[in-house]
Structure formats: structure tokens, C-alpha cells
């Protein structure tokens, strides 16, 4: 019943947010099929971009990679911390962070949300489904690869935040780095949140989408900048499959807000990252 609402809740938001356009031309089995077939290109396009990437797309990375490293440096007493609150967090709230970032639940809601705009006929709400589905494909096959090529050990395996045991994936108490669960969340979250100009609607959803990364942090299943890069990653995945849509479909949302921007801010005594988009 849990999973029914939220995904509910999901495709209200978008009903509510986005005119419905019903397609009268195409069947439903084509508009299938060239749904698919962009999921499938713009998996590989999330892929190839870093081929075409330029000085301000460079400059992104180095933002990301540095903040990373920064949160690194905190890692160890931010796990300690959050894993001694484990038993003060709701129950509920534990729960939906665990099943909300697991690949079964993820497709579960993306798929259901495809299949509603496929049969309403309703191709913004295909289109999201399509952006949901090869986000969440995409940097879930990238998490999996970097899990076992870094090997890094997690928290409640009693190891410190540096043992690293690379290119070994027999053993899941080295698939610390990056979080999938975050990556599946906020690659949902984004997805979604990016339809919408209301500050508030945003807000709450990429609240509900941070859920999962931060679960895992009092889980001790993750450190805090497995998380961070996960997010991160999330957002880098969706921006890109999102842009290439833009060939593959009339409907557009937002126009004018897709753009991806970070700016360091310095002042005496902190650093902050802003990123727009």
C-alpha cells in the first residue's frame, strides 16, 4: 500500500503541474517502441558525452571531484555520528529510506509512471517515464562498475574510510563508494523536481529523494561522500539523457531552466558550492 501512495503521489504532482496532450496519430505500440528505443540512445549518449565535453563541463567535474574530497576529510566522525542516532530515526522514515532507494521499488515507480503516459497517451508524462527509466538505468550500471573497480570498504565492516580492496567484487563489504541508493533516489527525484518551477514542490521532492542517501549513512552502510558523489552523479546523468530528449520529443518543460551551473563561493572561515539547475 506504501508503494501505491508515493507512486500516486508522483504521477499527481505531474498531472497537477503539466496540461494533459493526448497523442491521436501513433498507436500505442509505436509510441512504445520509440519510447524504448530512447531509452536505449540515451543511455548511450550519458555515456559518449564525456567525448564532446568542454571547459565549463571540465570545470564541472573538477567542482565535483574537489567537494568530494572535502566531504572525505569528514567522513569518519559524520559516520560515527549518524550511525549512534540510528535508533532515534522513525522507523518509517528508516524503511522508506531502505525500499525506496532499491532497484526493484526504483523501476517499479518509474516504470508505472511510463506506462500511465503510455496509456493516456499523454507524452510528457512518456517522456518523464522514458528519463526515469534510462537515468536510473544508466548510472545504476555506472555504480555497479565503480562499487567493485574502487573496492572501498564500508563502515560497518569495522574498516576505516581509507581501506580500499579495488577490482574485487566477491565480497559486498567493499561496495562502499558510491551509494546506489542515493544514485537511484535523487536520479528520481531529479527527474521529476526539474518539471516543476514551484520552489515549495521542488523542495519537497528532492527532500523525499534525499531520504535514501542519508539512510545509509546511519545504516553504516555507506560514508558520507559515497553519498555525495552518488547525488551527484545522479544529477549529471539526468541533466545529460534529459538534453538529448529534447531531439526526441515535441513536449518540452521548463525550457528555460535546464542549464547546470556551480559557483564556489570563499569567505573567511568556509567554503561553500552553489549549483543551479
Known sequence: MKHLII?????SFYTQGQSVINDSIDTRWEMFTYDMGSVFRGIGHSYTRPLHWQGKDWANLGYTMGG???????????????????QDV?????DYGFEYGSPSYNYMVTGGVYLTGLAIKNEKLRRTGVLLIAS??????LQQILKSAVGRARPLSGKSKDTFNPFWAG?????????????????NAHAIAKQFSNIWVKTGIY?????????????????LSDVALGMAISIF????????????????????????????????????????F
Open 7 to 11: 507512486f500516486f503521489l508522483l504521477v
Open 68 to 86: 568530494t574530497a572535502i566531504i572525505y576529510l569528514v567522513d569518519t566522525p559524520v559516520s560515527d555520528y549518524l550511525r549512534d542516532i540510528k
Open 90 to 94: 522513525p522507523e518509517v522514515i528508516r
Open 136 to 141: 536510473a538505468s544508466s548510472a545504476g550500471l
Open 171 to 187: 565480497d559486498k563489504k567493499y561496495h562502499s563508494f558510491p551509494s546506489g541508493h542515493a544514485i537511484l533516489a535523487m536520479t
Open 207 to 223: 527532500t523525499l529523494g534525499s531520504i535514501p542517501g542519508i539512510s545509509r549513512l546511519w545504516e553504516g552502510k555507506h560514508w
Open 237 to 276: 546523468t539526468v541533466e545529460s539523457i534529459d538534453r538529448y530528449l529534447d531531439s526526441r520529443y515535441d513536449q518540452k518543460y521548463n525550457a528555460q531552466n535546464k542549464k547546470l551551473a556551480w559557483n564556489l563561493n570563499f569567505a573567511p572561515g568556509q567554503v561553500g558550492v552553489q549549483i543551479q
